[in-house]
């Protein structure tokens, strides 16, 4: 059974940096894609980043592009968010998904498995 596990959400101030962590287990990932959503109180959950575990290509939302990163660690079995210059408008809950699938994709509803998700506000 695969299982997500995310960490590193908190409270930060605006222009502070955060890494996220997605601790995955359950099974090989090479073929599977990871991606990062978010959810804000009163939203819908929006897509974040995406790539998949053996590399390639990694999709941004326009709203984070140039300011978060998506990695991993192989040998953790591990994949990372890293956010920088973080803005008030990033404070929501980010969950970390995964989809045996070639292909990253955006779609939220392409994923089977998701994290239990982390918190992070940022204050003004």
């Known amino acids: 059974q695969v299982q997500l596990v995310e960490s590193g959400g908190g409270l930060v101030q605006v222009g502070g940096p955060l890494r996220l962590s997605c601790a995955a287990s359950g099974r090989t990932f090479n073929d599977y894609c990871m991606g990062w959503f978010r959810q804000a109180p009163g939203k819908e959950r929006e897509f974040v980043a995406a790539n998949r575990w053996s590399g390639g290509t990694t999709l941004y939302a326009d709203s984070v592009k140039g300011r978060f990163a998506m990695s991993r660690d192989n040998a953790k079995n591990t994949v990372y968010l890293q956010m920088n210059n973080l803005r008030p408008e990033d404070t929501a809950v980010y969950y970390c998904?995964?989809?045996?699938?070639?292909?990253?994709?955006?779609?939220?509803?392409?994923?089977?498995?998701w994290g239990q998700g982390t918190q992070v506000t940022v204050s003004s």
């Open positions: 998904a995964a989809v045996k699938k070639y292909m990253p994709t955006m779609k939220s509803a392409e994923y089977d498995y």
